[in-house]
């Protein structure tokens, strides 16, 4: 399947070093040793929002001092690169399992998502076939959002007389776990903040 | 799952259990933070429940809020406006919060 990424990225460089060089890559070091410790929800990689100018916006408002560019590109979701966590029941039991699997072993504490990727993709060079996809996609959502009434993230309901509700606009995050000619098939700026 | 995924898991299964465990270790280790490695699952899901999130980053069983080291995503001032005592620890907020939940 293909989708559209949003990357946020600074300015640093200018515009044109930025289409060459980007996405940048976001690193996951929860031991640094060196300097603040660095987390990423889905591990070390190149993030995307799936198809959300929108929250891309507001993500660089957030965490780029409001200073940033947002890259469009054309995302090639290949079958067998692509671990989808959102939109395939198969590729999330799988998740599951893995979680359980390392959580049981070493020590108890294989218990964040970004935890997870990161162990499984150093076990992978250990045994290659345990962890071979490229690009990974999730949902990103906090318990506060239940209850948030505004109207670009409210919950909708499915029917009058039943509590069961869907969300109509959620953050997909995409992450690349390495660049690809592959999935990665167009970049352009299509956003500069002022 | 598919076959692929049927056999990636079978070789981790093996892999866990016949690899190198010195360097299955190693990959355990950089990838968890273990001076501050958090709360449990269950205790996530029972902040979930609690609805304390910004707490996951922090919690330890026995830490107060309010001695979480500098270095560490605290957000303890959250706490201060929601005027919780931050000599609370993890276990301690989230009874209160869940007798706070049961009051109303």
């Known amino acids: ?194 | 799952m598919n076959s692929q995924q049927k056999q990636a898991l079978k070789l981790l299964s093996d892999l866990l259990k016949n690899g190198d465990q010195e360097k299955i270790k190693e990959i355990f280790d950089r990838a968890d933070n273990i001076q501050y490695p958090g709360p449990t699952m269950d205790e996530y899901i029972a902040g979930f429940e609690a609805g304390f999130e910004n707490v996951f980053e922090v919690a330890t069983d026995n830490l107060a809020i309010s001695q979480l080291p500098e270095n560490v995503y605290t957000k303890t001032t959250s706490f201060e406006l929601l005027g919780y005592d931050l000599t609370m620890n993890w276990n301690e907020l989230i009874k209160t919060n869940t007798a706070f939940a049961l009051a109303a």
């Not at chain 1, 640093?12 to 987390?39: C, H, Q, W």
């Open chain 1, 1 to 194: 399947m293909q989708t559209v990424g949003h990357h946020v990225c600074l300015k640093t460089g200018g515009r044109a070093k930025v289409l060459d060089e980007s996405p940048f890559l976001a690193e996951y070091i929860p031991n640094n040793l060196e300097e603040e410790n660095k987390y990423q929800f889905l591990g070390s990689g190149y993030y995307y929002w799936d198809d959300n100018l929108n929250y891309a916006k507001t993500w660089g408002k957030n965490h780029c001092r409001g200073d940033f560019f947002i890259v469009e590109s054309d995302l090639n979701l290949a079958k067998g690169l692509f671990l989808d966590l959102v939109g395939n029941r198969g590729d999330i039991r799988f998740f599951y399992n893995l979680m359980k699997d390392l959580s049981s072993h070493v020590r108890k504490d294989a218990r964040t998502i970004a935890g997870v990727i990161d162990i499984a993709r150093g076990l992978e060079v250990l045994a290659p076939g345990t962890f071979s996809y490229k690009v990974i996609r999730s949902l990103d959502y906090t318990q506060f959002e239940k209850t948030d009434k505004s109207e670009d993230k409210k919950a909708v309901r499915y029917v009058e007389n039943k509590f069961n509700i869907t969300l109509l606009n959620p953050r997909f995050i995409i992450c690349l776990l390495e660049k690809s000619d592959v999935i990665l098939l167009s970049k352009t700026i299509v956003y500069e903040s002022k």
